[in-house]
């Protein structure tokens, strides 16, 4: 079975704080990807990797930045965390098969 | 761009059936999708179709999918309470996955 792991299920952060979400995979996947999802408007895509050191922006990467620095391991990072940042993060790593995702079991947090 | 649609919400008994629907509008798409998102989890694969197929049967679970009209549908036969859960359509063309806003099954004893 396929496993993504995200490091956290929930966080409190302060508003101006800098934060790191970590997220792993042990499927070997080239692409992984960073959603936010919020009542209402579904799940949106924040960036998503190809391969190592390689990213692209998704629907609504401001105030985001992402790292790639191993296959396995996709880190999505808030430079200066905002109230409007409180959501839950889902992490997913794709397999080449069918172009299924696989997630992560989400992290919430909530920037005070 | 891609836009997926879907109803928000679906209530039945236990032991119906349940129907959820889906259209979408990219007429190039490959594959198409239906995950399961229980509360404060991830999304998890329920089965998806390739973009030639009609129909899709796994268990419980019947997928069908009108190309012509662009709508796919999910039926979940004989619906039980721990079936209670979003519902997220999704189709994609190339590799980023265009979801759904979900739609909100809830299954009543």
């Known amino acids: 079975d396929v496993k993504v792991t995200q490091s956290s299920r929930y966080l409190v952060k302060r508003t101006g704080e800098k934060v790191f979400l970590e997220c792993v995979q042990d499927?070997?996947?080239?692409?992984m990807f960073w959603y936010r999802q919020d009542p209402g408007l579904g799940l949106r895509l924040i960036y998503f990797?190809?391969?190592?050191?390689?990213?692209e922006k998704g629907d609504i990467p401001e105030g985001y930045s992402v790292s790639r620095e191993k296959k396995e391991r996709f880190s999505l990072i808030l430079e200066s965390a905002s109230t409007n940042q409180t959501s839950m993060y889902l992490c997913?790593?794709?397999?080449?098969?069918?172009?299924?995702?696989?997630f992560g079991a989400g992290t919430r947090l909530s920037v005070l | 761009g891609e836009d997926v649609e879907q109803s928000l919400f679906l209530s039945v008994r236990e032991g119906d059936s349940s129907v959820i629907n889906c259209t979408y509008t990219?007429?190039?798409?490959?594959?198409l999708y239906w995950y399961k998102q229980e509360p404060g989890a991830g999304l998890q694969l329920l089965t998806y179709i390739f973009s030639n197929m009609d129909m899709k049967q796994d268990q419980r679970l019947t997928v069908l999918l009108n190309k012509k009209d662009k709508h796919l549908s999910l039926r979940i036969a004989d619906t039980q309470t721990g079936d209670s859960a979003i519902y997220f359509c999704?189709?994609?063309?190339?590799?980023?996955?265009?979801f759904g806003k979900g739609t909100m099954l809830l299954v009543s004893p």
């Open positions: 990219d007429s190039s798409s490959t594959y």
């Open positions: 999704a189709e994609t063309e190339y590799s980023t996955l265009t």
């Open positions: 990797s190809y391969d190592v050191k390689m990213k």
């Open positions: 997913a790593s794709q397999s080449p098969t069918g172009n299924i995702q696989y």
């Open positions: 499927m070997d996947h080239e692409n």
